[in-house]
């Protein structure tokens, strides 16, 4: 049970909505009591645990879980051993039974008694008695009402400053709950158990509406015959399945990420992404450039590189020579078929080849005799070559 549902608030909370401090309201009321049962401002109190009943013989043991008004404390002197001192500290002794909340052993007005004594230093009031203390006064409320913002049980604006939330972190904040348990504080712990299954399956991947939870770092409880029980890292986004035992304490989401589930969650937490300017620092800048104006050198030297290959390439190619009827064919297919859209007929290119021929004084054998020109073979299978050339 939240105790923030039932209308119940702080003493500085309820400070907060009058003009005159709230210490001057509870000295006076004193003198308006008529009678012990006349409680014009009772102190409240969550409370879990086992009690019993002060009335009869044989009074029952049993469990309790809601908000009862405290009835008795008492204050003892506890020794810190560290700092050779007393150190003073307030117990809870008895509960008194009130409406909101009853079961069939928990009457209103009835006494409890702790089974375990608890300390107890931060009480809670109802608004219900606090306005008609205040009406009765003739003390104005202030013209806003902050109590009606979400009461939290954390520093928001430290939470804000972090970047990085641990799995049991994100649980108790979506719970409500502060980071470290804190004496006086309230919380709802089966709500931060809850969200812990529901973060584990997101993380998992197995959320039923498909919702994959990303993690910084993803961490499971495993097993090592070398170390025995310990926890082993997998890659983040790793569909794991549904019996995979997630390492709360290890496992790490941003708190971009954690928002994005709050919101699919429909959690209010009071966190909040900002975007913060930040100097730059010198040291950064100096090395940036330097790393910039190496990289720029080594371009250059790349392309100096590239540029002098090119021209050797280009020399290479310029220096090659070709057999002389090879280099004839070449220069055939530039002459007469390169960018001709129609090209000539073999009858064309073979007479092009035969004078081309005898005058670079190319020559074939037929038998024993050395003719000029190129042979009729060659004369022949040449221009069908080099019209089937595709550039």
Known sequence: MDIRQQSFYTLEQLDSLIELPIQQVINCISGL?????????????????????????????????????????????????????????????????????QNSKVLIGNIYEPITPEGYNKPKYSYLQFESLVNRLGI??????????????????LLNQKSNFTLEEASRIAGNAPLQDQQGTFYDVSLVEH?????????????????????????????????????????????????????????????????????????????????????????????????????IKRLKDFTHEIISEKKQLIECV?????????????????????????????????????TESKSRGITHKDGSKTLKGLSEKKLSTIPSIIKSVKL
């Open 33 to 101: 009591k008529k009678n012990d049962s006349d409680k014009l401002l009772a102190e409240y109190i969550e409370f879990k645990g086992l009690v019993k009943s002060v009335k009869g013989e044989t009074p029952e043991v049993f469990y309790v879980d809601g908000i009862f008004e405290v009835n008795k404390t008492e204050f003892i002197s506890i020794t810190d051993p560290d700092e050779l001192c007393s150190v003073a500290q307030c117990l809870l002794k008895e509960l008194k039974g009130t409406e909101h909340y």
């Open 140 to 157: 104005p409320l202030k013209s806003y009402w902050p109590v009606g913002q979400e009461d939290f049980n954390y520093n928001i604006d």
């Open 195 to 295: 969200y812990k299954e529901i973060l584990s399956e997101c993380v998992k991947g197995q959320n039923q509406h498909g919702f994959h939870l990303f993690t910084t770092e993803l961490w499971c409880h495993s097993y090592s015959e070398d170390i025995g029980e310990c926890s082993k890292r997998y890659d983040n986004g790793t569909h794991l399945k549904v019996s995979a035992n997630i390492d709360i304490d290890l496992t790490i989401v941003s708190k971009t990420e954690f928002l994005r589930w709050c919101k699919y969650m429909d959690i209010n937490t009071g966190l909040y992404n900002s975007q913060k300017a930040i100097d730059e620092s010198v040291a950064s800048l100096k090395l940036n450039n330097e790393n910039l104006t190496a990289e």
């Open 318 to 354: 310029k220096n090659i020579t070709y057999p002389p009827e090879l280099q004839l064919a070449v220069d055939a297919y530039k002459q007469l078929c390169l960018g001709q859209e129609k090209p000539p007929t073999n009858k064309k290119i073979e007479e092009w080849l035969q």
